[in-house]
């Protein structure tokens, strides 16, 4: 609750990520709250006097997740209405704005993108939702302790500072920072 108010205000795509563990941990302990609170919340919590309000915030998002028909799969509206302004400023970036130095971090990100979406079932997804799915991987692999190859860290990494410039850009932008004619 804490970590994901401090995420939306300075890194919207590590927002994402973390909110789209906190649906898999919602998930995992099939939707009771009694146990994310036992077994997440109650082991990391420093002020006890939290507890209630993350029990309130996992109970809100356990029924968002219910009323949109998400208990399997899928990923709050919330987010995926982020992830459309994310997409919208990435072509805004590749065309629009013609910003040349978005436009060449993209054209060295394709390949890896277009690799992954291959061997993922993901076919059907833009390239941030591919980033960022990538960028899941990427963690849930860290978290598992398994190996990941040199050639999979160069595209996770060029994903990376992709997603990373659009997430500046992005930031700016909701600040009224971004100027798109200027680049």
Avoid: C
């Avoid at 002020?47 to 949109?68: A, T």
Wanted: hydrophobic share 40%; proline share 2%; charged share 25%.
């Amino acid at each position: 609750m804490k970590i994901a108010k401090i995420k939306i205000e300075e890194n919207i795509a590590e927002y994402i990520l973390y909110m789209y563990q906190i649906e898999d941990t919602i998930r995992a302990f099939n939707f009771n709250v009694d146990q994310i609170m036992m077994h997440v919340v109650q082991p990391q919590l420093d002020n006890q006097n939290d507890l209630n309000s993350y029990k309130s915030w996992y109970l809100e998002l356990i029924n968002k997740m219910k009323i949109q028909g998400i208990e399997k799969q899928g990923h709050l509206g919330e987010l995926s209405d982020v992830i459309v302004e994310l997409s919208y400023l990435h072509n805004t970036l590749l065309t629009i704005a013609n910003d040349k130095k978005y436009q060449s971090t993209a054209e060295n990100t394709t390949p890896f993108v277009e690799e992954f979406k291959n061997k993922s079932n993901l076919k059907e997804k833009n390239t941030i939702e591919i980033l960022l799915h990538a960028m899941y991987m990427k963690l849930l692999l860290k978290l598992s302790k398994k190996p990941i190859s040199d050639e999979s860290e160069e595209a996770f990494d060029s994903m990376r500072i992709q997603l990373a410039y659009l997430v500046a850009a992005y930031h700016k932008m909701k600040k009224g920072n971004l100027d798109f004619l200027k680049n």
